[in-house]
């Protein structure tokens, strides 16, 4: 699948897939970027991607992240929309400090992964209920 992409900063490398079987491409530090102790931050990853229409491109923290620089995503994955491509919609990983100390993402360092996948829109068909079984609620397989 071709997908049209703008770096902000051209002389940092285009998204990648690290490996041939890597479903999720690296998305890297555009700017040095500090996070302080328990705050949230902005991380500019340096691409504005033209989704393909009837795609979404999900945006998932690397698995290293906590371990290795003490940072979470507080939102567990972004949705950038296939209509978020405009001058200026970098796409931004959001990040929160769980560590009592400053970190710094340096410029160039991989900080998340993105993956596009093929989705559907829903048409709704509203009913007056349900027919099968209720199953006991929200935690109800335990």
Same mark, same amino acid.
């Given at each position: 699948?071709?997908? $049209?992409? #703008? @770096?902000? =900063?051209? $002389?940092?490398?285009?998204? /990648?897939?690290?490996?041939?079987? $890597?479903?999720? %491409?690296?998305?890297?530090? *555009?700017? =040095? ?6 705050? &949230?931050?902005? +991380?500019? $990853?340096?691409? &504005? ?12 923290? *690397?698995?290293?992240?906590? /371990?290795? #620089? ?10 950038? =929309? ?9 796409? %931004? ?7 009592? =100390?400053? +970190?710094?993402?340096? *410029?160039?360092? /991989?900080?998340?992964?993105?993956? &596009?996948?093929?989705?559907? #829109? ?12 209720? @199953? ?7």
């Amino acid at each position: 699948m071709q997908v $049209s992409v #703008k @770096r902000i =900063d051209p $002389s940092l490398p285009l998204p /990648r897939h690290e490996t041939g079987g $890597s479903v999720g %491409f690296d998305l890297i530090t *555009r700017i =040095d970027t500090l996070i302080e102790p328990g705050q &949230i931050g902005l +991380v500019p $990853s340096n691409v &504005i991607v033209q989704v393909p229409k009837g795609h979404a491109l999900l945006i998932l923290p *690397r698995s290293s992240l906590p /371990r290795k #620089k003490g940072l979470v995503c507080p939102h567990s994955l972004g949705v950038i =929309d296939e209509d978020y491509h405009g001058p200026e919609d970098e796409i %931004f990983v959001q990040v929160q400090n769980i560590t009592s =100390d400053p +970190v710094v993402i340096k *410029r160039g360092e /991989r900080i998340a992964q993105g993956l &596009i996948v093929k989705v559907e #829109k829903a048409q709704w068909a509203e009913v007056v209920s349900h027919e099968a079984k209720t @199953r006991g609620g929200f935690g109800s397989t335990g």
